[in-house]
């Protein structure tokens, strides 16, 4: 009886060990020759945008700045801005700034912090595997440089070289194949093949030079996003580890013919860590705080409208050139409408919704002679005026959206 | 069965585990999706047929008043009498910009203003982009008041000069 119960268990173990002795060879066969036939999984990172929580403004997650120096003026550089937060309580936008100055000195890396719109060298220099904390679609992650790359070098061995060929005369192996030892490294990404990725990416955009925005930048070689608790502990593994992973980052982007000759052209204010730095040949003598573009408008740019019970005609821009300016940011409208260059018109005054919603600088409504000029209902609403200026004219404010 | 067919049944078995649990997780991933793919609204996506990257323009004068630069670049096939284009100067619009058969004129006029928000300068600049078989050939022209020609210099040292022509109807 024990002698079968023993036969029983050791049947029992033998079926076991061949069951799971076959597991271990379908996976050897999948790491192996069959590891095309693995079914894989696409895990993709979309850190597109991070809300500043004291302004409320939605910011690229990444900035960047390429001056190639193309027409070899200057110094080619390469400039990266993440923008993140201070901490996992996300108070502040605290932004890190990369830049690669490449010049006849060589190749140097510079580390910039920016707050509250002032560039510095930091005081923590950030290396592989650094977490900067980001948001994705209000959840906290981590976003590091923690991307590695392999290179495989080839070396003659002459024992195998030697092996081989008398071997390949029975087997026909390949000599030239077998006739080296292959030897791979691991090796870590560093900021300086990020931004000269990123730079290569700034090149190659159809969007030539200039300021653009690229919305999806697969950088997942070199950037992985981090999942991080309540508590600020990061995950081991960064999000899909053991998949393919794609990080995705919304780039702005500055692309430039030039070389960087002047610190006011890099977004840290700063080249090589010296922001008085010029060699521009520009005086420095004259500076400004900010520059707009003045738009300025007559009554050629309006239309009319006639009206029959009034014998007369009322004056607004059309639909089309409302819309067209109001593509342009930083644009300042004036408007200068005299009368009296209509001649042997009647005009009456502005028409309804005029203006409508459209930023005005300023308006001056003159005319050569004294006379009445109508406001008529919105046509000065959500403009911003608050004045308008007159040369003879006595306005008639028929509930125009201003006060005047 | 001797002890030691026990002890390599016991490997195996315990290598087999392992093995099967990676199979498992290996047969077992699933894609993910973190986030959501949005594209940033820029007013600045406009449908250009020409642009002109000028890094700075150089601006020479002969009586320090009107300062101008001639800039030629490779000939291109122009419909000026189709369709109607603006002039964009580092996307600042020439709103009276007036497009004849194979021209384009336009004035762009840049406001600078001081540190407690006066006005310090104003540059009017005015482009003519004249298409020729052989050549296009870009005229530049300011009057320089107030030091317009030196902050306009400072202004293209920090910003360069982009000139495109862009249609009008893609704006």
């Known amino acids: ?404 | 069965m001797k002890w030691y067919w026990y002890l390599i049944c016991a490997v195996l078995i315990v290598v087999g585990i392992f093995s099967s649990i990676e199979l498992v997780e290996m047969f077992n991933v699933s894609s993910k999706e973190y986030g959501t793919a949005i594209t940033i609204e820029t007013k600045n996506n406009y449908d250009e047929i020409a642009k002109y990257d000028f890094g700075t323009i150089g601006l020479d004068s002969e009586d320090y008043i009107t300062f101008s630069n001639v800039t030629t670049f490779a000939p291109m096939e122009f419909d000026g009498e189709n369709k109607d284009y603006i002039l964009l100067f580092n996307d600042q619009p020439a709103v009276n910009t007036v497009v004849t058969n194979g021209k384009v004129v336009g004035d762009v006029n840049l406001v600078f203003y001081g540190l407690d928000g006066e006005v310090v300068s104003k540059a009017e600049l005015n482009f003519v982009i004249e298409y020729f078989a052989s050549q296009t050939k870009v005229t530049t022209t300011i009057t320089n008041n107030n030091d317009s020609v030196s902050y306009l210099e400072t202004y293209m040292g920090i910003n360069g000069a982009l000139l495109k022509v862009v249609e009008r109807s893609s704006l």
């Open chain 1, 1 to 404: 009886m024990k002698d079968i119960a023993i036969r029983i268990v050791n049947i029992a173990l033998v079926v076991v060990t061949v069951f799971l002795t076959l597991m271990s060879g379908v996976l050897l066969y999948y790491k192996t020759i069959g590891k095309d036939k693995v079914p894989s999984a696409i895990t993709s990172t979309y850190a597109t945008t991070v809300e500043d929580p004291q302004t409320g403004e939605q910011l690229p997650t990444i900035e960047a700045n390429y001056y190639s120096n193309r027409n070899d003026n200057g110094y080619e550089v390469i400039e990266l801005l993440f923008n993140c937060y201070s901490g996992i309580s996300k108070q502040a936008i605290y932004s890190r700034g990369f830049q690669l100055v490449i010049n006849e000195d060589g190749t140097k890396l510079y580390q910039y912090n920016r707050y509250d719109g002032v560039n510095f060298e930091t005081g923590h220099e950030y290396e592989w595997g650094d977490i900067m904390v980001i948001d994705i679609n209000g959840t906290t992650y981590g976003v590091a440089l923690d991307g590695t790359y392999t290179v495989t070098t080839k070396n003659f061995n002459l024992g195998k070289a030697i092996w081989h060929t008398i071997s390949g005369l029975f087997t026909g192996w390949n000599y030239e194949e077998n006739a080296y030892n292959y030897d791979t490294k691991t090796y870590e990404y560093t900021f300086e093949d990020l931004l000269i990725k990123a730079g290569q990416i700034l090149k190659s955009s159809s969007n030539g030079t200039g300021d653009s925005v690229i919305s999806l930048v697969d950088l997942g070689d070199f950037l992985h996003i981090y999942e991080i608790d309540e508590n600020g502990q990061v995950s081991g593994e960064p999000v899909g580890n053991r998949t393919l992973t794609n990080s995705y980052f919304t780039m702005q982007t500055h692309y430039d013919n030039r070389g960087m000759v002047w610190a006011k052209q890099s977004m840290f204010g700063s080249v090589a860590g010296d922001s008085q730095f010029n060699i521009s040949g520009i005086a420095d003598n004259v500076d400004y705080w900010k520059v707009t573009s003045e738009v300025r408008l007559t009554e050629q740019d309006f239309v009319a409208r006639y009206l029959t019970s009034e014998n007369g005609y009322y004056y607004a821009l059309s639909t089309e050139k409302i819309n067209e300016l109001k593509n342009f940011e930083n644009i300042e409208i004036n408007i200068d409408f005299n009368i009296s260059n209509f001649e042997e018109v009647n005009v009456l005054g502005l028409d309804y919704y005029a203006l409508y919603g459209l930023k005005i600088n300023s308006l001056t409504i003159s005319s050569t002679t004294q006379r009445d000029f109508k406001l008529l209902v919105g046509s000065l609403k959500d403009t911003g005026l608050t004045s308008i200026e007159t040369n003879n004219v006595n306005l008639v404010n028929i509930n125009s959206g201003v006060s005047v």
